[in-house]
């Protein structure tokens, strides 16, 4: 395998947390907990998993936007914020889509000089930038003419998120995190956007990772699947395989949370009951054997892992590997 | 390096009123702060032409004609306590008085708006050493310190200036903090740190546009306090010196004549109130046609 165009090593953030004069000391937000995976050039990777799994966070730290608490970020092989691969080159090849479309854009500015803004960082000048920007603009979609001189608050919402993925390819990044970019759009809209994502990657080779809660849309857009519990990584692995024969139960509890397309095979019990356990104080052992139908002693007791590096499909699961301890552990997940 | 773009002519294109364009058509909409605007430009336009408007030379005494009521032949406001022209005292009262009103604001808005984005910005323990140390000067009333700061300092304008300047600081370097650190977290400014700009470069491009204006509404409001404040100093003696034509200051000279006539005095405090509330309704004004969604 050739070397990974972006590859995470044990990223861990935890958010600590105010403590008074009384309060414990050392407690934190454990948002990203030892979280490792590799992308290849011109795959998407889709990570999924419920509100508040990290998944965000994990996308902002790649960004480093937030600074982790440890854990290493390297593109191509190089780590981040080295001197070969300083910070500002790496923000360069690795751009954000952010999920909110408005909050996004200046107010300010017009929408061309929003999407010049980032070329002009890089050295660019001012008129060339504006020439890019009006280029960008035509190829997401919305004519120059009309709308470059626009402001944001002038856009649908649509129109608006096509501004924010010109303006995070105005600088010709090799990588682009879509941060739940399509979810605050309505389904017709969400469709060209995504059709439009995915002309730019064949067109400009680039690389997706693909964040968001919509598990249909993970699957239209990704080649590789990443699912999040509580700041780790539940499951990982090829898109067709994870989504037909998911190893683990979480994996299969949110799969099965999606609506039947059969009226005849309607779905009439909550695969999934309650909420996440709070990430301050994770359940020790497996994170997700508060909610597991198939939960054991081993359990709460040992934190299963994902088995091995370097394999295609992988979870962090008893049941998965054999020799665990769990009765299930020879057979597969029902 | 980037490459350079696709060669794409720049056509004309269709431009939206941008932000400054809309709050001038909401503001010219409102009779009321279009009103205030001009009651301010005509106060400007007297005190920048005071020597041609005025009638009499404000300095210009006779003790034979000493606090002749308003409508007396020749001086249609009436003469002060030394036989002075009332009319041409106030024509003239407006350069200082003004004067004293928007200097100190427009230096503490230079010194307090830097402090606070710079605050705003920084956020953590940077944001908390500076804010705290604005706190210190913000425990004393407003009145009291620029009135302790002058009196150290002694009396007339510069000191006069620089103590209501340093009183102005803290309130303006507060709401410039509180609207900096909203403006920090949005997406915008996460996305201009992605694309890899430096802080100087975010606070010019995108944080500056986004907060200068209610800093800037805001220190408006404070012109009318600045007024009051340096009519307060000069009225016990420790900012403009007599003989100087200074409203507050000739409220306090003729303090004595209120029981000989009462309409004299009141004249001083009169155009006291009358910009001071012309600056408050242009501000309120302007900041109701600068509450637009966008």
Same mark, same amino acid.
């Given at each position: 395998?050739?070397?990974?165009?972006?590859?995470?090593?044990?990223?861990?953030?935890?958010?600590?947390?105010a403590?008074?004069? !009384?309060?414990?000391?050392?407690? &934190?937000?454990?948002?990203?907990?030892?979280?490792?995976?590799?992308?290849?050039?011109?795959?998407?990777?889709?990570?999924?998993?419920?509100?508040?799994?990290?998944?965000s966070?994990?996308?902002?730290?790649?960004?480093?936007?937030?600074? /982790? =608490?440890?854990?290493?970020?390297?593109?191509?092989?190089?780590?981040?914020?080295?001197k070969?691969?300083?910070?500002?080159?790496?923000?360069?090849?690795?751009?954000?889509?952010?999920q909110?479309?408005?909050?996004?854009?200046?107010?300010?500015?017009?929408?061309?000089?929003?999407?010049?803004?980032?070329?002009?960082v890089?050295?660019?000048?001012?008129?060339?930038?504006?020439?890019?920007?009006?280029?960008?603009?035509?190829?997401?979609?919305?004519? /120059?003419?009309?709308?470059?001189?626009?402001?944001?608050h002038?856009?649908?919402?649509?129109?608006?998120?096509?501004?924010?993925?010109?303006?995070?390819?105005?600088?010709?990044?090799?990588?682009?995190?879509?941060d739940?970019?399509?979810?605050?759009?309505?389904?017709?809209?969400?469709?060209?956007?995504?059709?439009?994502?995915?002309?730019?990657?064949?067109?400009?080779?680039?690389? *997706?990772?693909?964040?968001?809660?919509?598990?249909?849309?993970?699957?239209?857009?990704?080649?590789?699947?990443?699912?999040? *519990?509580?700041g780790?990584?539940?499951?990982?692995?090829? =898109?067709? &395989?994870? *989504?037909?024969a998911?190893?683990?139960? *979480? =994996?299969?509890?949110?799969?099965g949370?999606?609506?039947?397309?059969?009226?005849?095979?309607?779905?009439?019990?909550?695969?999934l &009951?309650?909420d996440?356990?709070?990430?301050?104080?994770?359940?020790?052992?497996?994170?997700?054997? =508060?909610?597991?139908a198939?939960?054991?002693?081993?359990?709460?007791?040992?934190? /299963?892992? !994902?088995?091995?590096?370097g394999? &295609?499909?992988?979870?962090?699961?008893?049941?998965?590997? /054999?020799?665990?301890?769990?009765?299930?552990?020879?057979?597969?997940v029902? | 390096?980037?490459?350079?773009?696709?060669?794409?002519?720049?056509?004309?294109?269709?431009?939206?009123p941008?932000?400054w364009a +809309?709050?001038?058509?909401r %503001?010219r909409? @409102?009779?009321?702060?279009?009103?205030?605007?001009?009651?301010?430009?005509?106060?400007?336009?007297?005190?920048? %032409?005071?020597?041609?408007?005025?009638?009499?030379?404000?300095?210009?005494?006779?003790?034979?004609?000493?606090?002749?009521?308003?409508?007396? @032949?020749?001086?249609?406001?009436?003469t002060?306590?030394?036989?002075?022209?009332?009319?041409?005292?106030?024509?003239?009262?407006?350069?200082l008085?003004?004067?004293?009103?928007?200097?100190?604001?427009?230096?503490?808005?230079?010194?307090?708006?830097?402090?606070?984005?710079?605050?705003?910005?920084a956020?953590?323990?940077v944001n908390t050493?500076?804010?705290?140390?604005? @706190?210190v000067?913000?425990a004393?009333?407003s009145?009291?310190?620029a009135?302790?700061l002058?009196?150290?300092?002694?009396?007339?304008?510069?000191?006069?200036?620089?103590s209501?300047?340093?009183?102005?600081?803290?309130?303006?370097?507060?709401?410039?903090?509180?609207?900096?650190?909203?403006?920090?977290?949005?997406?915008?400014?996460?996305?201009?740190?992605?694309?890899?700009?430096?802080?100087?470069?975010?606070?010019?491009?995108?944080?500056?546009?986004?907060?200068m204006?209610?800093?800037?509404?805001y220190?408006?409001?404070?012109?009318?306090?600045?007024m009051?404040?340096?009519?307060?100093?000069? %009225?016990?003696?420790?900012?403009?010196?007599?003989?100087?034509?200074?409203?507050?200051?000739?409220?306090? +000279?003729?303090?004595t004549?209120?029981?000989?006539?009462?309409?004299l005095?009141?004249?001083?405090?009169?155009?006291?109130?009358?910009?001071?509330?012309?600056?408050n309704?242009?501000? @309120?004004?302007?900041?109701?046609a600068?509450?637009?969604?966008?």
């Open positions: 395998m050739s070397t990974p165009i972006l590859e995470v090593v044990d990223l861990i953030k935890h958010f600590p947390l403590t008074g004069l !009384l309060g414990r000391a050392g407690s &934190a937000v454990r948002a990203v907990d030892g979280v490792s995976f590799a992308v290849q050039e011109r795959e998407t990777l889709g990570i999924v998993g419920e509100s508040g799994c990290g998944k966070t994990t996308a902002r730290l790649l960004m480093q936007l937030i600074v /982790p =608490t440890s854990g290493a970020i390297r593109y191509q092989g190089q780590t981040v914020g080295t070969a691969l300083p910070l500002k080159e790496f923000r360069r090849q690795v751009q954000m889509v952010f909110d479309s408005y909050a996004s854009l200046n107010p300010r500015l017009t929408v061309e000089d929003s999407i010049a803004f980032a070329p002009t890089h050295g660019v000048s001012g008129d060339q930038a504006v020439r890019k920007a009006r280029a960008l603009l035509d190829r997401v979609g919305l004519e /120059p003419a009309r709308f470059a001189g626009r402001y944001p002038e856009l649908s919402g649509g129109q608006r998120q096509r501004v924010n993925i010109a303006r995070a390819l105005a600088v010709e990044p090799r990588v682009l995190l879509l739940e970019a399509v979810s605050a759009l309505d389904k017709s809209v969400e469709a060209q956007v995504l059709n439009l994502l995915l002309d730019l990657k064949d067109e400009m080779g680039l690389t *997706y990772l693909f964040i968001s809660h919509d598990l249909e849309v993970v699957r239209f857009m990704s080649t590789q699947v990443l699912v999040m *519990y509580l780790r990584i539940a499951e990982v692995g090829p =898109t067709e &395989a994870l *989504y037909t998911s190893r683990h139960p *979480y =994996t299969t509890a949110l799969l949370s999606l609506l039947s397309m059969d009226p005849d095979n309607r779905r009439t019990q909550a695969p &009951a309650g996440p356990p709070n990430p301050i104080d994770p359940p020790p052992g497996c994170r997700f054997h =508060t909610r597991c198939y939960a054991e002693p081993v359990c709460s007791t040992r934190e /299963p892992d !994902l088995g091995g590096v394999l &295609a499909h992988a979870a962090a699961c008893h049941m998965a590997h /054999p020799g665990t301890g769990h009765s299930r552990a020879a057979g597969r029902a | 390096m980037l490459q350079t773009a696709a060669p794409v002519a720049l056509v004309p294109i269709e431009r939206s941008g932000y +809309t709050v001038w058509s %503001f909409r @409102d009779p009321v702060a279009v009103g205030a605007g001009l009651v301010v430009l005509a106060l400007i336009l007297m005190a920048v %032409f005071a020597p041609l408007i005025a009638p009499q030379d404000p300095f210009k005494g006779m003790a034979l004609r000493r606090l002749r009521p308003p409508g007396t @032949d020749g001086y249609p406001l009436g002060d306590e030394l036989g002075r022209d009332m009319l041409s005292r106030l024509i003239y009262g407006a350069r008085s003004l004067f004293m009103g928007v200097t100190p604001v427009l230096l503490a808005l230079g010194a307090g708006a830097t402090i606070g984005i710079v605050a705003g910005y956020g953590g323990w050493i500076m804010m705290r140390i604005i @706190d000067f913000f004393f009333p009145v009291l310190l009135i302790a002058s009196g150290a300092l002694g009396a007339g304008i510069a000191n006069g200036l620089i209501l300047t340093v009183v102005f600081i803290p309130p303006i370097a507060r709401i410039a903090e509180s609207v900096t650190t909203s403006v920090r977290t949005r997406d915008y400014v996460e996305a201009a740190r992605a694309s890899g700009a430096g802080p100087l470069r975010i606070i010019r491009t995108q944080v500056l546009g986004n907060v204006g209610p800093i800037f509404v220190a408006m409001s404070l012109v009318a306090v600045s009051i404040l340096a009519s307060g100093l000069s %009225f016990l003696g420790l900012g403009v010196k007599p003989p100087e034509p200074e409203w507050g200051l000739m409220l306090n +000279t003729l303090r004549a209120m029981y000989i006539q009462p309409l005095c009141a004249l001083p405090g009169l155009m006291i109130f009358l910009t001071s509330i012309a600056f309704m242009l501000t @309120d004004g302007l900041r109701s600068m509450d637009l969604k966008a």
